[in-house]
């Protein structure tokens, strides 16, 4: 018996889902539509849910940076979505394999929603 034989690695399937949610950003052309609909037109492609996108810096006004949430229930990762306008460039990754500062502030900010939300 080999690792095949007991379905796929759950780290593959978490960046297999990663890179389907980047091809479902990308081919909703998110510099022709913008990006906030971009994003929003792939994470419902995909069954994704957005917890902020946002531009980080006002000397870039054509970068965005936002995190997603996505794969299946039991398996839910966030990840971040990077675009880049002047660069025509999207990427999505893991928060776990992301060197931003923003995906390590990301779950507290997501815990402290769910709190007010469930506060609310």
């Known amino acids: 018996m080999d690792k095949s034989d007991y379905g796929p690695d759950p780290v593959d399937s978490v960046l297999l889902e990663a890179v389907e949610l980047e091809l479902a950003l990308q081919s ?3 510099f022709e539509n913008g990006c906030e609909n971009a994003v929003c037109e792939a994470l419902a492609r995909s069954g994704g849910a957005l917890l902020f996108l946002m531009r980080p810096d006002v000397g870039e006004p054509d970068h965005w940076v936002g995190v997603v949430f996505f794969g299946a229930d039991d ?14 460039t999207v990427a999505v990754e893991t928060l776990e394999r992301s060197k931003s500062p923003l995906a390590r502030i990301a779950p507290a900010y997501a815990a402290v929603l ?5 506060a609310a």
Request: charged share 25%.
């Open 75 to 88: 398996e839910t990762r966030m990840g971040l979505v990077t675009i880049s306008e002047k660069k025509r």
């Open 28 to 30: 909703a052309m998110p």
């Open 114 to 118: 769910t709190q007010l939300q469930a």
